[in-house]
C-alpha cells in the first residue's frame, strides 16, 4: 500500500486488526540523571518538547511501516541496558522476543539466542515492566512492534546495529511526568497515562513511541536517551541540528488479556523494587539486533518508498519485493532421491529457520537460526525398494559452552516418533563443517521427511547445508 491514500489506508489496517487508528508519539524531554537513578533522566517535558509530542499526537499516520508481531519471552529483575550485568538488581521486566536476554546480554549473545518475533531476522530484546492484577503476573496476548516512517520518511535510514533506547519515566510521581505513559481500552478510543477502568468484553492495552532522530555517532548515551532527540513538530517535521539523522519511530502496541480494576506495574520507590507501581510509571527498552540486511531492506522498500509492509517487509498490495528467505538452490518438491545429496535449503516449508551463503565446500546456501522447535520439510522424499539404514548430515556450529541439541529425522509430521537423531554442540564456528552420520529404522518407499532440531537450550545451536541416506 502506498501514499497518498494514507490516511485511508491507516484507518482500514487499524480497524481490521482492532488497534487504534491515530497510533502517536508521546515521549518525555531530555535532561541529566541522578547517577543512583538512572531511570530519572526523563522526568519531566519542557514546554517546546509538549509542543512538539502534542503535534506528533495529532498528526495522521502515514503510510509508511513495516512491523515485528512479537509474544512475551519471561519476566526477570534484569535490565541489560539500566543494570548491565547486574542480575536481579532492578525491578522485574517483561522480556518480549528475544528469549536469551538478561542482565549480562551483549550484541553477540543476542544475535545467538532465539527469537518469538515474526520475522525471525528481528532478534532485538524489548521489555516493558511486568503487569501485575491483585499482585498476579498477566502476560501480554498480543505485542505488535511498528517501524514508522514519521520523520523524513524518503531519507529515513535504518538503527545501526547495537544501538540502544529507554523511553518513559519509571519514577514519575504523577502523570504529568511521563507523556510516554499512554493506556486505553480495546476496543475503544479514550486514553489515559493512568491504568484505565476497561470494561467487561474489552482488554487493557498500551502504546510506547521511540523517538525519531539520532545524533548520527553514539550507540548508547550514559542517561540512554540523549543520543536521541523528537522531530520538532508532527509528522515531516525536521530533526533538530544536534541530531540530524532520521530514523523510523518504533512504537509498541502491547494488549493484555485483562480490565477492570486492581492493575499495577513493577517499578522502584525509594530505592526498593516493588509491584505496587502506578500505570504513570510505564516505559520500555528497545536495542537493534535486527538483520542488519533485512532491517536496511524494510527501510528502504517501506519507509523510504512509503508502503505499509507487511512482516515479511513486503508492501501490502504493492509490488513484489525479496523474501526474508533466499530462494533455495534446488527445487523443492516429488522426486527426490533419497540416496542423493539434498540440499538443507530446497525444503518445501520450514518452521523458524533462514538461509545464507555458505563457505562449506561447493558453495550455495546452508539453514541458519535454528534452535529448538524448528523444523524443514522434504516432500516426497524417494527410498524406493532399497532400505536406508543410514542418515548423514553437513553440519556446523559456533555455540556457546553448554549450547547443543538433537538433529532428528521424523516421516510424515513433525510430531512423529523420529527414526534416528545425532547431537551437535559447538565444532569450532558456524562455518565449520563436519559430516556427522546416524543410525535410523529402516526406511523403504516414497515418505514426506521432517528435520527437525530440539535442544534444552533456547539459543541457536547448528547450521545445516546438506543431508542424504545410505
Known sequence: MRRPFAALVAMTLAVT?????????????????????????HVMSS??????????????LPGSEFRADCRGTHVAGDDPIVKFNQPGASHRHQFIGNSSANAASTQTSLRLGSTNCNPVVDKSPYWV?????NGVHVAPES????YQGLTNPQTAVAYPQ???????????TSPDQNPSARWNCTPGSASSRDFMN??????LQTYLDFPTCWNGVDLDSPNHFSHMAWALGGVGAPCPASHPVAVPRVQFVITYPVNGTGLTLAGTRNGVNVLDAPGYTFHGDFWNVWDQAELQRRVRDCINAGYICGNDGCPIGGPSCQPQTPPPT????????AFATIQAESFDSQSGLTVQSTSDT??????ASINNGNYAVYRGVKFGTATATQFKARVASGASAGVSGLVQVRLGSATAAPIGSFAIGNTGGWQNWQTIPANISGVTGTHDVYVTFSSGQPADFVNLNWFTFS
Open 162 to 172: 547495537g544501538l540502544k533506547i529507554v523511553v518513559g519515566n519509571a519514577l514519575a
Open 198 to 203: 476497561c470494561p467487561a468484553g474489552t482488554k
Open 143 to 146: 505485542v505488535i512492534i511498528y
Open 362 to 367: 561447493g558453495g550455495g546456501q546452508n539453514l
Open 129 to 133: 515492566p511486568a503487569l501485575y492484577k
Open 330 to 337: 534446488s527445487s523443492p518438491g516429488d522426486g527426490r532421491d
Open 47 to 60: 514546554g517546546e518538547d509538549a509542543a512538539h509530542i502534542q503535534a506528533q499526537q495529532l498528526a495522521a
Open 17 to 41: 486488526i482492532g488497534i487504534i487508528v491515530n497510533r502517536t508519539i508521546d515521549a518525555p524531554a531530555v535532561s541529566a540523571p541522578p547517577q543512583d537513578n538512572p531511570h530519572a533522566w
